[in-house]
């Protein structure tokens, strides 16, 4: 997080509190209008050739659509609808309120405008028709990472923890990156989510190497520690040990076997 943290100092004035805020207030504003004008989606759509032919708003526009059919959408059910609207971008604000708060602004605003530019290659490049619904999905999987325990009602019915909701979000990504035979596809998916990798991948090869150190040290502590009902010393004249005879001491010659004081002086000590 150094670069970040170099970005921030130089650049964090110019961040915008409440980005997501802002975000979801013009997402309710389109859908209001699309009600009544449904065209005009389709003049605010990320469409890489008419942004070619002069219409660069569509750079930004994008964002303000509401994502039908994303996973948010499958949280409350019927999408589309006023209700299933509302409650998904309900909860974008909550993710985008929660986020800001243990990241600041600036973090915020720098993981959303990375995940536009992912977004907008994956467009331009291989042809992705994502929209914005990748774009708040990077944000579920960061929101998932910092509050896992934190509980939603699936359809407004069953508490489901956020960390499976991000681990079966994760697990049908795979899948289709896997089996669908498309690498516009696949780089597509890459691309979008580069927010995510920047942010945590780091973090995330960290802790993998910090769970291998550790379970490399309890397996060599497993090898090296004596078996429950084993004798931890032995005399190597006379075999006696600690569990046979308490009574005895024993110690370690610089030849590295366990003597009794008994025959401790056949050992070169």
């Known amino acids: 997080m150094n670069l970040i943290d170099s970005l921030e100092r130089r650049f964090g004035r110019f961040a915008i509190p409440g980005l997501v805020r802002m975000i979801v ?49 499958a949280i409350f059910g019927q999408q589309g609808s006023a209700l299933d609207t509302a409650c998904s ?14 990241w600041g ?7 959303y405008l990375i995940g536009m530019l992912g977004t907008t290659v994956a467009a331009f490049l291989f042809g992705a028709q994502f929209s914005n619904g990748m774009l708040n999905l990077s944000l579920l999987f960061a929101f998932a990472w910092h ?11 069953f508490p489901l923890r956020v960390k499976w909701l991000g681990w079966f979000s994760a697990a049908v990504l ?39 150190t550790v379970e490399g040290r309890r397996r060599q502590f497993e090898k090296t520690s004596v078996p429950e009902g084993e004798p ?3 005399c190597v004249v006379c075999q006696r040990t600690e569990l046979s005879h308490p009574e005895l001491e024993f110690r370690v010659a610089r030849d590295g076997n366990d003597y009794c004081l008994e025959h401790l002086h056949v050992s070169s000590v």
């Open 105 to 111: 602004a600036f973090r915020l605003n720098l993981f």
């Open 232 to 234: 931890l010393h032995r």
């Open 89 to 102: 971008l309900a909860f974008l604000w909550m993710i985008g309120d929660s986020l800001e708060a243990i």
């Open 174 to 212: 795979l899948w289709q990156f896997l089996s669908l035979d498309d690498l516009s596809y696949r780089m597509a998916v890459v691309a979008s989510l580069t927010n995510f990798l920047i942010f945590f991948g780091p973090e995330t090869i960290a802790h993998l190497r910090q769970r291998g």
């Open 25 to 73: 207030g013009l997402n309710v504003l389109v859908f209001v209008l699309g009600l009544l004008s449904p065209s005009l989606l389709s003049w605010l759509a990320l469409d890489p050739n008419a942004i070619f032919h002069g219409q660069i708003w569509r750079l930004i526009t994008y964002i303000f659509i509401p994502s039908y059919g994303s996973v948010f959408s």
């Open 147 to 157: 509050f896992p325990n934190t509980q939603i009602l699936f359809f407004f019915l």
